[in-house]
T-cell receptor, first 112, second 115 residues
Framework: DAKTTQPNSMESNEEEPVHLPCNHS???????IHWYRQLPSQGPEYVIH???SNVNNRMASLAIAEDRKSSTLILHRATLRDAAVYYC?????????????FGKGTLLTVNP | NAGVMQNPRHLVRRRGQEARLRCSPM?????VYWYRQLPEEGLKFMVY????????ESGMPKERFSAEFPKEGPSILRIQQVVRGDSAAYFC?????????????FGQGTRLTVV
């Protein structure tokens, strides 16, 4: 499975935008880029996913580099509730794409 | 539409006892996945089931662990003769279909403590 690399931790202030980076230099042409997050003592929660184009939803935006070797999850205005571990995960179009391979993720701390 | 329901939320078992973890997928979801999160570690895939069938159990320990998803009722993850190393959070997820562009919906997890 293609691997992703994320910073171990990041810090943000409430009400400010947050840009969470993810490197995936070995991504294949049919891999989708998914983001999940896990709040303390909770199960993982889907955030967003994309293939080539940038994506927006009510939770966040996903900016995908033109060569697809990196992506950035953007939280437009961080709230205290956004403090969580954020996971960047690649899912192939076919094969064992039902498995989510979680790495260590990025621990986001939001300061009031 | 209720989310993925797992129960119990917390389970304490003595070494050697059996643990039964239940997962009711979201309505209309026929695909269920179990993941385990050991203390201070990431989530690891255990098993993937569709109604009455185990599709992939490559992440599940060969002994003492079993999973089922009967035609009626919740999916069950069963751990026989629990040991301290089984203490972890067990998460269930479900989806209506599988595919690289689909999302999985997770439950709140069952936290198993073996004493």
């Amino acid at each position: 499975d293609a691997k992703t690399t994320q910073p171990n931790s990041m810090e943000s202030n409430e009400e400010e935008p947050v840009h969470l980076p993810c490197n995936h230099s070995t991504i294949s042409g049919t891999d989708y880029i998914h983001w999940y997050r896990q709040l303390p003592s909770q199960g993982p929660e889907y955030v967003i996913h994309g293939l080539t184009s940038n994506v927006n939803n009510r939770m966040a935006s996903l900016a995908i580099a033109e060569d697809r070797k990196s992506s950035t999850l953007i939280l437009h205005r961080a709230t205290l509730r956004d403090a969580a571990v954020y996971y960047c995960i690649l899912r192939p179009y076919g094969g064992s794409n039902y498995k989510l391979t979680f790495g260590k993720g990025t621990l986001l701390t939001v300061n009031p | 539409n209720a989310g993925v329901m797992q129960n119990p939320r917390h389970l304490v078992r003595r070494r050697g006892q059996e643990a039964r973890l239940r997962c009711s997928p979201m309505k209309g979801h026929s695909h269920v996945y179990w993941y385990r999160q050991l203390p201070e570690e990431g989530l690891k895939f255990m098993v993937y089931l569709q109604k009455e069938n185990i599709i992939d159990e490559s992440g599940m320990p060969k002994e003492r662990f079993s999973a089922e998803f009967p035609k009626e009722g919740p999916s069950i993850l069963r751990i026989q003769q629990v040991v301290r190393g089984d203490s972890a959070a067990y998460f269930c997820a479900s989806s209506p279909i599988t595919g690289g562009d689909t999302e999985a919906f997770f439950g709140q997890g069952t936290r198993l403590t073996v004493v």
